[in-house]
Every structure is written in structure tokens, then in C-alpha cells.
């Protein structure tokens, strides 16, 4: 049955073991994005990676006197996480193609062949240019896979479900990021070659995703898009668990008919009536990186080594922030359909900034260049990097990716969310190239420049960010964004809009 709530339509729909099955196989491109993230901060910090590959680096450790914040200071070993992203920022354009003209499915199934590759690449590594090329290639497979199955998630789970469904993907990354630090923490006793283990081991969530993207369906609305309607109806019926899905198939093909009007999907992104969907797609996603998070989930060890932990100390500390990272994107599954996003990003706001201005204050306060902080200071950081993390983890993480994916029309859907993956690549890529130099030189100061950012982005969730719960997605321009005190502005009536109402009479 179709029933109405408020002004949107309810469709009618139930939670069945195969649309489950297909989330979680789905999400595993987040588990390897996550596993990316994890372990080169542990590999960069295990001697038998540096020896190999950056001794002028190992050399500088093995100093007593070195600055506590300059030791790992190195542009190449900077280049080595860094340019995964790098390559994710420059594929995530292709990659949107691919996701318009072949589908989800075989977009996702091409970023578990990038992660295969990549994977045997890093770990068979003998010179620095196999190691860059590997990672290249796992970036290859962070820009095809980031770009599909946000989208995939948003395009299958019904209205009422999208939030959770789609926070899957960010509960993902969480566990890659756990399960890598667990892994460098044993690999890290195994010398000279734990750094080989540690990169190799992420075949196995290369190969979990491969395997999925051969059982996972096609979307309906990718179906439908490239002509195929018969089987959208019925992959739309499987998924759904019910018969009577006429409803809901109607609205996907009105959304398909205007999306074949657009021939130029990125022109079309320029038009005015675009720009509310666009910005906040990008803004939202150069925002997860200033919030400081992935300087420090890459850099936790060699942070926690600054602070006066041992290599193994270190370790263990990652992992206890990783523990905290998944249990709280669990806070947001529960809570994202039901208080909303605005208000998870404006509570995260304000924790996130208490705890970089205290992380600043202690070890400016503490922390020279050559001592290490006391040992109950050391974990106070600890403990003030989980409340970082965990507000982090049922925020911005998850609805940085999540609101991008649902709210632009379908005839800019691919090309829109292109933008917002290859925008946050480009900052993680800033961000992974400078943090450990702007260590060295701003020192306790990269945490005020941090939260001056966080700062930044409260004001902008308050006054341009719209609440898009219980909202589906092809209704975001009337419900939403028409009704934006400030993005209305941006919304006439045009040829679009005439378009949909005719399609919708006849």
C-alpha cells in the first residue's frame, strides 16, 4: 500500500534478507576505502618500510634529540599516502561516466580490479615507483568505488531507510580503518617484511567487494535510465519484497525521462537552478577534511609517537580510536532518520571544537621539541582524540558522504556526485601531502587551524545546509530546496520543471 506522510508519498516496501545482503556487499567498498586510510599511517611508521624505502627518514628516529614534531617530516613518504587520493581526485570524473552509461554494478565491479591490483602492486613493492604505482592504482579504485556505492545505497533503500542505509558506507570505512590498525599492530612485530603483510592484506576486502559486485542487482533507476524498464520493474519488485511498486516505478521514470532530456549533464550542472545541490555536495565534502579527521585516522601512531608513546603503544592507541569510530557511526544509523542531519552536524560542531582547542592547548602548553609529555598527559590526548572521533563518527563522517548522494535530481546525479568525491579527494590529497609538515612547522597550532575550521562550518550547517530527512530524493527541489529561505532564490520555474509537469499529464 501506498500511504502519504505530510507531503511526501510513502511507497510501499519491506526489509527483506536479499536487499540486506545487498547493502552490506555493497558497503564493502567503504571497508576497503577505510583499510586505505588505516594502514599507511602504521606502515609509515614501522622501520622495516623506512629502511627500505626512506632511510633518511629512519635515520632521523633513531635520533634522540630530533624535534619531537618534524622527525617524519619527508615530502616522499607524504607522496606515499597522499597519492592514492591523488589518483581518486583525477579517476572520480571518469568513473561518473561509467556510473551513467554502464551502471552501478559494473562501476563497483571496476573499483575491486583496481583494489586487487593495487593490492598485489604495494606489497610486491622493491622500488618507491612500484609502491606510488600500487597506490595509484587503490586510488583508482577509491574514485570508482566512492563515486558507485554511495549511490547505489541511495538509489535502492527505501525513503524512510535512506539515512541508515547509506551511513553502511561510512560504518564501512570505520571497520577498514579498525581492522587495518589491529593488522599493523601485529605486523609490526614481524621484521623486515610486516609492511608487505599489512598492504597485501587488503585483497581480502578487494576480493569481498569483487564477489559482491558479481551478486549485487542493477538499480532500478539505472535501469531505467538506459532503457531498460521491464527489468528496473522487476529488480524494483525484488528489492522492495512487494508486488505493487507501480507508484514508486512511475516517479523513477518521470526522474529517467528528464534525466535523457539533459544531453550535457555537467553543463547542466552550471545552470543556476544546480548550484544549491552542487555547493553543499562540495562544501560538505571540503568541510570532512578540515575538520582534521583523516590527518589524524592516517597519522595516529606516528601522532601518538610524537605525544611519547612507543611504536607498539602507538598502535594500540590507533586502535582504541578505531574502536570508538565504529561504534559511534552506529550512534548516526540510529539517529539520522530520526533527529535529522542538521542538528548531528551542529552537536558535532561544537565537541569536535572543545576537543582540537584542548589537544592545542596541552601540547603547546607541554610538548617541546624534544621531550615527551608525561605519561597521564599522554593519555588525556588519547581520550580527547576519541571525543574528537567519536563526534566526528556520528556527524560529518557519514553525512558527509550521505547527503551529496541525495540531493541532486538524477538527470546531474552521476556528474554532481562526481564533483563532491573528486572534491573531497583533492583535500584529503592536501591534507595527507602537508599535515606532517604542517606539523613541523605550525606544531601545536595545526589544532587551532583545525578548529577554527570547525568553527567555519557550524555557520554554514546553520544558516545554508536544509534538512533533507524523510524527504526522497525526487522530490528534494520542491520540498527542499524551493523552500530554502535562501536557496528558493536559485530556483525558477524552468524548462526542467515544464518538462516534468508534462511528462506528468500525460
Same mark, same amino acid.
Not at 111 to 120: D, E, K, N, Q, T
Not at 399 to 412: A, K, N
Not at 482 to 499: N, T, Y
Given at each position: 500500500?501506498?500511504?502519504?506522510?505530510?507531503?511526501?508519498?510513502?511507497?510501499?516496501?519491506?526489509?527483506t534478507?536479499?536487499?540486506?545482503?545487498c547493502?552490506?556487499?555493497?558497503?564493502?567498498?567503504?571497508?576497503?576505502?577505510?583499510?586505505?586510510?588505516?594502514?599507511?599511517?602504521?606502515?609509515?611508521?614501522?622501520?622495516?618500510?623506512?629502511?627500505?624505502?626512506?632511510?633518511?627518514?629512519?635515520?632521523?628516529?633513531?635520533?634522540?634529540?630530533?624535534?619531537?614534531?618534524?622527525?617524519?617530516?619527508?615530502?616522499?613518504?607524504?607522496?606515499?599516502?597522499?597519492?592514492? !587520493?591523488?589518483?581518486?581526485?583525477?579517476?572520480?570524473?571518469?568513473?561518473?561516466?561509467?556510473c551513467?552509461?554502464?551502471?552501478?554494478?559494473?562501476?563497483?565491479?571496476?573499483?575491486?580490479?583496481?583494489?586487487?591490483?593495487?593490492?598485489? @602492486?604495494s606489497?610486491?613493492?622493491h622500488?618507491?615507483?612500484?609502491?606510488?604505482?600500487?597506490?595509484?592504482s @587503490?586510488?583508482?579504485?577509491?574514485?570508482?568505488?566512492?563515486e558507485?556505492?554511495?549511490?547505489?545505497?541511495?538509489?535502492?533503500?527505501? =525513503?524512510? !531507510?535512506?539515512?541508515?542505509?547509506?551511513?553502511?558506507?561510512?560504518?564501512?570505512?570505520?571497520?577498514?580503518i579498525?581492522?587495518?590498525?589491529?593488522?599493523?599492530?601485529?605486523?609490526?612485530?614481524?621484521?623486515?617484511?610486516?609492511?608487505?603483510? $599489512?598492504?597485501?592484506?587488503?585483497?581480502?576486502?578487494?576480493?569481498?567487494?569483487?564477489?559482491?559486485?558479481?551478486?549485487?542487482?542493477?538499480?532500478?533507476?539505472? @535501469?531505467?535510465?538506459?532503457?531498460?524498464?521491464?527489468?528496473?520493474?522487476?529488480? %524494483?519488485?525484488?528489492?522492495?519484497?512487494?508486488?505493487?511498486?507501480?507508484?514508486?516505478?512511475?516517479?523513477?521514470?518521470v526522474?529517467?525521462?528528464?534525466?535523457?532530456?539533459?544531453k550535457?549533464?555537467?553543463?547542466?550542472?552550471?545552470?543556476?537552478?544546480?548550484?544549491p545541490?552542487?555547493?553543499?555536495?562540495?562544501?560538505?565534502?571540503?568541510?570532512?577534511?578540515?575538520?582534521?579527521?583523516?590527518?589524524?585516522?592516517?597519522?595516529?601512531?606516528?601522532l601518538?609517537?610524537? =605525544?611519547?608513546?612507543?611504536?607498539?603503544?602507538s598502535?594500540l592507541?590507533?586502535i582504541? #580510536?578505531? %574502536?570508538?569510530?565504529?561504534?559511534c557511526?552506529?550512534?548516526?544509523?540510529?539517529?539520522?532518520?530520526?533527529?535529522?542531519?542538521?542538528?548531528?552536524?551542529?552537536q558535532?560542531?561544537?565537541?569536535?571544537f572543545?576537543?582540537?582547542t584542548?589537544?592545542?592547548?596541552?601540547?603547546?602548553?607541554n610538548?617541546? $621539541? #624534544?621531550?615527551?609529555?608525561?605519561?597521564?598527559?599522554?593519555?588525556? =590526548?588519547?581520550?580527547?582524540?576519541? =571525543?574528537?572521533?567519536? $563526534?566526528?563518527?556520528? $556527524?560529518?563522517?557519514?553525512?558527509?558522504?550521505l547527503?551529496?548522494?541525495?540531493?541532486?535530481?538524477?538527470?546531474?546525479?552521476?556528474?554532481?556526485?562526481?564533483?563532491?568525491v573528486?572534491?573531497?579527494?583533492?583535500?584529503?590529497?592536501?591534507?595527507?601531502?602537508?599535515? @606532517?609538515?604542517?606539523?613541523?612547522?605550525?606544531?601545536?597550532?595545526?589544532?587551532?587551524?583545525?578548529?577554527?575550521?570547525?568553527?567555519?562550518?557550524?555557520?554554514?550547517? %546553520?544558516?545554508?545546509?536544509?534538512?533533507?530527512?524523510?524527504?526522497?530524493?525526487?522530490?528534494?527541489?520542491?520540498?527542499?530546496?524551493?523552500?530554502?529561505?535562501?536557496?528558493k532564490?536559485?530556483?525558477?520555474?524552468?524548462?526542467?520543471?515544464?518538462?516534468?509537469?508534462?511528462?506528468?499529464m500525460?
Amino acid at each position: 500500500m501506498t500511504t502519504t506522510e505530510g507531503n511526501s508519498v510513502k511507497f510501499e516496501s519491506r526489509i527483506t534478507f536479499y536487499v540486506v545482503l545487498c547493502w552490506i556487499l555493497a558497503a564493502f567498498g567503504g571497508l576497503m576505502f577505510g583499510y586505505d586510510i588505516g594502514i599507511s599511517g602504521g606502515v609509515t611508521g614501522m622501520d622495516g618500510f623506512l629502511i627500505k624505502f626512506f632511510p633518511n627518514v629512519y635515520r632521523r628516529k633513531l635520533k634522540a634529540k630530533e624535534d619531537n614534531y618534524c622527525k617524519y617530516d619527508d615530502q616522499y613518504l607524504q607522496l606515499f599516502t597522499s597519492s592514492l !587520493y591523488l589518483a581518486a581526485l583525477i579517476s572520480s570524473f571518469p568513473a561518473s561516466k561509467v556510473c551513467t552509461k554502464y551502471g552501478r554494478k559494473p562501476t563497483i565491479l571496476s573499483a575491486s580490479v583496481f583494489f586487487l591490483l593495487g593490492s598485489g @602492486l604495494s606489497a610486491g613493492a622493491h622500488q618507491i615507483w612500484m609502491l606510488i604505482l600500487g597506490r595509484i592504482s @587503490l586510488g583508482f579504485g577509491v574514485g570508482f568505488g566512492n563515486e558507485a556505492v554511495p549511490l547505489f545505497l541511495s538509489e535502492i533503500a527505501p =525513503v524512510e !531507510y535512506r539515512g541508515a542505509v547509506n551511513i553502511l558506507f561510512q560504518l564501512l570505512i570505520t571497520i577498514g580503518i579498525l581492522i587495518a590498525n589491529l593488522v599493523n599492530y601485529g605486523t609490526s612485530k614481524v621484521h623486515p617484511w610486516g609492511w608487505r603483510l $599489512s598492504l597485501g592484506l587488503a585483497a581480502i576486502p578487494a576480493t569481498g567487494l569483487f564477489i559482491g559486485s558479481l551478486i549485487i542487482p542493477e538499480t532500478p533507476t539505472s @535501469l531505467v535510465e538506459r532503457n531498460h524498464e521491464e527489468k528496473g520493474r522487476k529488480t %524494483l519488485k525484488k528489492i522492495r519484497g512487494v508486488e505493487n511498486v507501480d507508484p514508486e516505478f512511475e516517479q523513477i521514470k518521470v526522474a529517467c525521462e528528464i534525466a535523457r532530456r539533459v544531453k550535457y549533464p555537467y553543463r547542466n550542472l552550471m545552470k543556476i537552478s544546480s548550484m544549491p545541490p552542487l555547493i553543499i555536495g562540495i562544501v560538505l565534502q571540503v568541510f570532512q577534511q578540515f575538520t582534521g579527521i583523516n590527518a589524524i585516522m592516517f597519522y595516529a601512531p606516528i601522532l601518538f609517537q610524537t =605525544v611519547g608513546f612507543k611504536n607498539d603503544a602507538s598502535l594500540l592507541s590507533a586502535i582504541i #580510536t578505531g %574502536l570508538v569510530n565504529v561504534f559511534c557511526t552506529l550512534v548516526s544509523i540510529y539517529a539520522v532518520d530520526k533527529v535529522g542531519r542538521r542538528l548531528l552536524l551542529l552537536q558535532a560542531c561544537v565537541q569536535m571544537f572543545v576537543s582540537q582547542t584542548a589537544i592545542g592547548g596541552i601540547l603547546l602548553a607541554n610538548l617541546k $621539541s #624534544t621531550n615527551s609529555l608525561p605519561k597521564g598527559q599522554a593519555w588525556v =590526548v588519547v581520550v580527547l582524540v576519541c =571525543v574528537y572521533v567519536s $563526534s566526528f563518527a556520528w $556527524s560529518w563522517g557519514p553525512l558527509g558522504w550521505l547527503i551529496p548522494s541525495e540531493t541532486f535530481p538524477l538527470e546531474t546525479r552521476t556528474a554532481g556526485f562526481a564533483f563532491a568525491v573528486s572534491s573531497n579527494m583533492l583535500f584529503t590529497f592536501v591534507i595527507a601531502q602537508s599535515f @606532517l609538515s604542517m606539523m613541523c612547522h605550525m606544531r601545536a597550532g595545526i589544532f587551532f587551524f583545525f578548529a577554527g575550521w570547525i568553527v567555519i562550518m557550524g555557520i554554514f550547517v %546553520l544558516f545554508l545546509l536544509p534538512e533533507t530527512k524523510g524527504v526522497a530524493i525526487d522530490e528534494m527541489k520542491e520540498r527542499v530546496w524551493k523552500k530554502h529561505p535562501i536557496w528558493k532564490k536559485f530556483m525558477g520555474d524552468d524548462a526542467d520543471d515544464r518538462a516534468k509537469k508534462t511528462i506528468e499529464m500525460s
